[in-house]
């Protein structure tokens, strides 16, 4: 069976510090990967989207950036965090068919005090 | 890209029939309907999806117009442990728009004692 697996689970980081986010998928091959963040009591805000290695399509400019260096691997990171960047972090995976739905980790609490 | 509107939020009982509607007006013809649910501090979880009519799942049912433009997401008999927000989702990951899956605000459903 299919697992998604994002760590960490909790994160306090600085202003101005950088960022890094994993998510792995086990299980199947060349599945769709996303991120999205959640603002405290705010809904689901898509921030990048892969279809495959190499290949990331950005929904909103900020000071984000994501990589696929491998088929189920994605990451998040940033250079420099801001205050802004607090949120609740995840990662989903869908296969590529018309109705796949997603299914997504379990998220990264990331606090920037 | 399909749009969705729902309400922000709804109160039921225990033991109630809870339907929940979200309105898509200008869905395309290779988008699917999917609907999750969501706890504090936890990653969305699939529910159920339809393409049109009738389905019914060990959890919910999903009832969609012929129109498509709308559908309605029905939980019987409700206990407090369904308490959680519910997101209508409506995109094609396998198609062209493939990764522009981008969630509503949601509805937060309170079930009360």
């Known amino acids: 069976s299919q697992t998604i697996h994002q760590w960490p689970a909790t994160l306090v980081q600085p202003v101005g510090s950088p960022l890094s986010l994993e998510c792995t998928v086990e299980?199947?091959?060349?599945?769709?990967l996303y991120w999205y963040r959640q603002a405290a009591g705010r809904g689901l805000q898509l921030l990048f989207y892969?279809?495959?290695?190499?290949?990331i399509s950005s929904e909103v400019p900020q000071n984000l950036s994501a990589s696929r260096p491998q088929d189920r691997q994605f990451i998040l990171s940033s250079k420099k965090l801001l205050l802004s960047d607090s949120g609740f972090y995840l990662c989903?995976?869908?296969?590529?068919?018309?109705?796949?739905?997603?299914?997504f980790g379990n998220g990264t609490r990331l606090t920037v005090t | 890209l399909a749009k969705t509107t729902q309400p922000i939020s709804m109160d039921s009982y225990e033991g109630q029939e809870v339907n929940i509607t979200c309105s898509h007006n200008?869905?395309?013809?290779?988008?699917?309907i999917t609907w999750y649910q969501q706890f504090p501090s936890q990653g969305p979880r699939f529910i159920i999806q339809?393409?049109?009519t009738k389905v019914t799942n060990e959890v919910a049912s999903l009832f969609i117009p012929a129109d498509r433009k709308s559908s309605t997401l029905s939980l019987p008999r409700v206990s407090l442990s369904d308490t959680a927000v519910y997101y209508c989702?409506?995109?094609?990951?396998?198609?062209?728009?493939?990764?522009?899956?981008?969630f509503g605000q949601g509805t937060t459903l309170q079930v009360k004692p």
């Open positions: 989903a995976w869908s296969v590529h068919s018309y109705n796949s739905p997603l299914h």
């Open positions: 299980g199947t091959s060349n599945p769709n």
């Open positions: 892969s279809v495959g290695i190499g290949q």
């Open positions: 200008n869905i395309a013809t290779n988008d699917y």
């Open positions: 339809g393409y049109k």
């Open positions: 989702l409506v995109g094609a990951p396998g198609s062209s728009n493939t990764g522009k899956l981008i």
